[in-house]
């Protein structure tokens, strides 16, 4: 491996900051739209349109006292997840099969494992400003119980989000053709967006189903985002969905290395 | 020598009729997905797990809404609205990304245009293989409206050639926009036309929800004409206003076809 000859730092990854920084000042524009603008559109026809024809339950639904209250944590959690996954399929296919910038790297002394941390890295940067935004607009909407809670929504959007971009980091810098990001997309982030409590209480499923929905990792990054949102968290579910999702992440993170290593160097 | 010269003296100047030079473009089309068939056959999946999501697990949180001063259960209210976007989702996903990657870096249309095929052939034949994977896609879908007893009435049949105008819509608009992008950063505002559609064309609500001035507005799009023209028929109220619906996509298709070929020709052939 070429790092083998230089002292390897643990900090090693810093060095691509400026790499990443330089590819955002050329690329917010875009995601100024897909970040920003489709969460509020979501929130406003699901949230508040829709939802003023939703009756008022009698037993609340986990805690929230209106439908907005209810699905803005979940449309949250689903587009921390969305972004994630867009930032480490297409973008990880262009650095190895179009624009080949991880070969270049590689060939620094630069160890694999820093092109991952770094890439990692750049997509959890990506998640906060989306989170801290998203969380700043929707603030007046009076969907968030604490100032505290709101801080705690935006770091649970920063673990939830690497827990999958990690598992798919590893699998698209594994894919050789780019179709198998559709199915990504069609049969992993469709059905979980829809399936995972983000628009509806599980309890609508029937039992099967719900008990199915309950594992999904993006059901643990729901029902911890309302917990805190709602103000309505408790230690033990809470560390439940921590533990769960900090195991997808390091998992993830061991997988992605373990692919572009055979990717770069094999 | 012979090899290299006889195709060129065997088929120089044998013009193709506009059927059959549609019906080549298709074929590769054709050829293309028979290797990617899992993407083509997921595609059905997307407007089925939304009816299943919001349809009704939305739908125990709502009562129900009116239509034509009947009541009906929310499924039955958003499904037909389904049918209406996901035609407009795939006919523009189709004509724009797809036609855009050929455009531009495949330089697809080069090719055509250097055998006795026109850019109007190219306009016809991507616009057609549109519908097609839409029509097959809106059939899927009004059969499990079917299963789900979501459809109440015969003029529902009908709710299979409304989808493919809506397709026509769309198409024909999307792809004429495809030939002003510039990069694949354009696309932000194709997602920034479609989203808002998508969103606030009484699928998932009524137009009631909004103030009057605004309804006036939404009335106008033609997103809303198609989902209300869809509603119209898999429950059963087509009147003489749902021609407005018709005249108005039917319009809009003709006009992107007229473009798209104009604008190709300007692109390519000059």
Redesign the interface.
């Known amino acids: 491996m070429s790092a083998t000859t230089d002292r390897p730092s643990p900090f090693q990854a810093w060095r691509l900051a400026d790499y990443w920084f330089t590819l955002y000042r050329r690329t917010w524009r875009g995601s100024v739209v897909t970040s920003f603008l489709n969460p509020l559109l979501y929130v406003v026809a699901m949230g508040v349109l829709l939802g003023g024809f939703v009756h008022a339950d009698p037993q609340r639904p986990e805690g929230a006292h209106s439908y907005l209250q209810f699905v803005v944590p979940g449309m949250l959690a689903a587009q921390s997840m969305q972004v994630a996954i867009g930032e480490v399929t297409f973008p990880v296919m262009t650095m190895l099969k179009w624009h080949k910038t991880y070969f270049s790297m590689a060939a620094t002394p630069l160890r694999v494992v820093d092109l991952v941390v770094a890439h990692l890295g750049f997509a959890v940067l990506r998640l906060a400003l989306t989170a801290v935004v998203f969380t700043l607009v929707l603030a007046p909407f009076g969907v968030f119980h604490s100032v505290l809670g709101a801080c705690g929504v935006v770091l649970v959007q920063l673990l939830l989000g690497l827990a999958f971009a990690a598992p798919i980091y590893a699998y698209a810098a594994a894919l050789r053709n780019e179709m198998g990001f559709t199915l990504i997309f069609r049969l992993l982030m469709i059905p979980l967006t829809l399936f995972s409590g983000a628009f509806f209480p599980l309890s609508n499923l029937p039992a099967p189903l719900e008990a199915i929905a309950r594992v999904s990792p993006l059901w643990q990054g729901v029902s911890l985002t309302r917990m805190f949102a709602l103000g309505t968290s408790e230690p033990g579910p809470v560390a439940t969905h921590l533990a769960y999702l900090v195991v997808l992440a390091a998992v993830g993170v061991w997988l992605s290395v373990r692919a572009l290593t055979r990717r770069l160097i094999f | 020598m012979a090899i290299l010269s006889a195709p060129i003296t065997r088929d120089r100047g044998r013009e193709l009729s506009r059927a059959a030079a549609t019906g080549v473009l298709l074929y590769r089309n054709y050829l293309v997905y028979r290797r990617?068939w899992?993407?083509f056959l997921?595609?059905f999946?997307?407007p089925v797990?939304?009816l299943?999501?919001?349809g009704?697990?939305?739908g125990?949180?709502?009562?129900g809404?009116d239509v034509g001063g009947r009541s009906v259960p929310y499924a039955d209210f958003v499904a037909p609205g389904m049918l209406a976007a996901s035609a407009m989702n795939g006919a523009i996903f189709d004509t724009t990304f797809n036609v855009f990657f050929k455009l531009k870096y495949q330089k697809l249309y080069d090719q055509v245009l250097s055998t006795p095929r026109t850019t109007s052939d190219v306009a016809r034949g991507e616009i057609t293989w549109a519908l097609l994977r839409g029509g097959i896609y809106s059939a899927a879908f009004l059969l499990v409206m079917l299963a789900l007893g979501l459809v109440h009435s015969w003029w529902a049949v009908l709710a299979l050639p409304a989808a493919l105008l809506i397709g026509f819509g769309f198409g024909g608009i999307g792809m004429a926009l495809t030939t002003w992008m510039r990069s694949w950063?354009d696309f932000?505002f194709i997602?920034?036309g479609t989203?808002?559609l998508f969103?606030?064309s009484a699928t998932?609500?009524p137009v009631s929800?909004?103030p009057e001035w605004l309804q006036w507005v939404v009335q106008c799009t033609p997103l809303y004409r198609g989902v209300v023209l869809c509603r119209e028929l898999t429950t059963g109220q087509v009147g003489i206003g749902s021609m407005v619906s018709v005249v108005y996509l039917l319009v809009l298709g003709v006009i992107g076809t007229r473009i798209v070929s104009r604008r190709l020709s300007v692109l390519l052939l000059t």
């Open positions: 990617g899992i993407i997921t595609g999946l997307e797990l939304y299943l999501s919001i009704i697990g939305v125990k949180l709502v009562h809404f950063q932000e997602t920034l989203l808002p969103l606030f998932f609500f929800a909004f």
